[in-house]
């Protein structure tokens, strides 16, 4: 069994090593956006519960590295489902540079929901943030966005906050309100073998013990991110003695904390453990989706 433990940590290891430069991004293709189509149809608005808040704020979806629309779905039907949400945008960013939105829109439209796609999602960080920003642009032009919420899965989290931290007092953006991040590697692949239990990490200080590029890149620019944001990060554990999700380490996805320490208006935190926590299966975990639809709506 040690044996076969032992084996395990070295192939862990090895896709960690592996990974790295994926989560870095290292391509330097950058594709513009070179035009902006639209194809909306006529549908009547759902009947949204009292249970919640309803307003014109959008709610914009992001998938991360290898992901698509089906990152996402699970966390959109369920919003819909409980009535707290109505998904009324689909948004591709193509490789040639368009960008096409549909779905339907009017202006009393409350608590919209935007799925974006990105059909290169092996494209370098950079790009994507980059291409996450003309979708906000678009949505405050166009549709009269002026308020938007924002869910990511993976390296969609990290786009998230990068987009937030390079463009964080942008007029031509709506003001962004409130943050979910699911499983996000803030601080790359550090931390993925961690020693520790899970319930010393739980009390450890989200401060990473060594800080990747990336995420000391990040922090140069912290105070740049927006004021009066709210956060809710969620955590995921194999519960397999390693301290990760099966991708990204506890350790990682919860250094954001102490990337926007004093810049947010308010953080929480969640850790799942078990199979229901593996990094693939977070966002599809019917209590992410309870606690996304509570914290947003």
């Given at each position: 069994m040690?044996?076969y433990?032992a084996?395990l940590?070295l192939?862990?290891v090895?896709f960690?090593?592996?990974?790295?430069a994926i989560l870095i991004?290292?391509r330097?293709s950058?594709t513009?956006?070179?035009?902006?189509?639209?194809?909306?149809q006529?549908k009547?608005?759902l009947?949204?519960?009292?249970?919640?808040q309803k307003?014109?704020?959008?709610?914009?979806?992001l998938h991360?590295y290898?992901?698509?629309?089906y990152?996402?779905?699970y966390?959109?039907?369920?919003?819909?489902?409980?009535?707290?949400a109505q998904?009324a945008?689909v948004?591709?960013?193509y490789?040639?540079g368009?960008m096409?939105?549909k779905?339907?829109w009017h202006?009393?439209l409350?608590?919209p929901m935007?799925?974006?796609?990105?059909?290169?999602n092996?494209?370098?960080?950079k790009?994507?943030i980059?291409?996450l920003?003309?979708?906000?642009?678009q949505?405050?032009a166009?549709?009269g966005?002026?308020q938007?919420n924002?869910?990511?899965?993976?390296?969609?989290?990290?786009?998230?906050?990068?987009?937030?931290?390079?463009y964080?007092?942008?007029k031509?953006?709506?003001t962004?309100k409130k943050i979910?991040?699911?499983?996000?590697?803030?601080?790359?692949?550090t931390?993925?073998l961690?020693?520790?239990?899970e319930a010393?990490?739980k009390?450890?200080?989200?401060?990473?013990?060594?800080?990747t590029?990336?995420?000391?890149?990040?922090?140069k620019?912290r105070?740049?991110?927006?004021?009066?944001v709210k956060m809710l990060?969620?955590v995921?554990?194999?519960?397999?003695?390693?301290n990760?999700?099966g991708?990204v380490?506890v350790?990682?996805a919860?250094?954001?904390?102490y990337?926007?320490?004093?810049e947010?208006a308010?953080?929480?935190?969640k850790i799942?453990?078990?199979a229901?926590?593996a990094?693939c299966a977070?966002?599809?975990?019917?209590?992410?989706?309870?606690?996304?639809?509570?914290?947003?709506w």
């Amino acid at each position: 069994m040690k044996r076969y433990r032992a084996g395990l940590q070295l192939l862990l290891v090895a896709f960690v090593i592996s990974a790295a430069a994926i989560l870095i991004g290292a391509r330097q293709s950058d594709t513009r956006i070179t035009k902006v189509t639209s194809d909306l149809q006529a549908k009547s608005a759902l009947a949204l519960s009292n249970k919640y808040q309803k307003t014109k704020t959008a709610t914009v979806f992001l998938h991360g590295y290898d992901g698509g629309a089906y990152s996402t779905n699970y966390l959109i039907k369920k919003a819909q489902q409980a009535g707290a949400a109505q998904k009324a945008l689909v948004v591709h960013v193509y490789k040639d540079g368009v960008m096409a939105f549909k779905g339907y829109w009017h202006k009393s439209l409350k608590n919209p929901m935007v799925q974006i796609v990105f059909e290169d999602n092996h494209a370098s960080q950079k790009t994507q943030i980059y291409w996450l920003h003309q979708v906000l642009v678009q949505l405050k032009a166009k549709y009269g966005v002026t308020q938007y919420n924002a869910v990511g899965h993976s390296l969609g989290c990290n786009d998230i906050v990068n987009q937030a931290l390079k463009y964080g007092h942008d007029k031509k953006l709506p003001t962004l309100k409130k943050i979910v991040t699911i499983a996000g590697p803030f601080d790359g692949l550090t931390g993925y073998l961690s020693s520790e239990t899970e319930a010393t990490v739980k009390k450890l200080a989200a401060k990473p013990t060594r800080f990747t590029r990336h995420f000391a890149e990040m922090l140069k620019y912290r105070h740049n991110f927006p004021t009066n944001v709210k956060m809710l990060n969620v955590v995921g554990d194999t519960n397999d003695g390693f301290n990760n999700d099966g991708y990204v380490g506890v350790a990682s996805a919860r250094s954001v904390a102490y990337l926007l320490r004093h810049e947010l208006a308010k953080y929480q935190e969640k850790i799942y453990s078990g199979a229901d926590a593996a990094h693939c299966a977070l966002n599809q975990n019917p209590q992410v989706a309870h606690a996304m639809i509570a914290f947003l709506w």
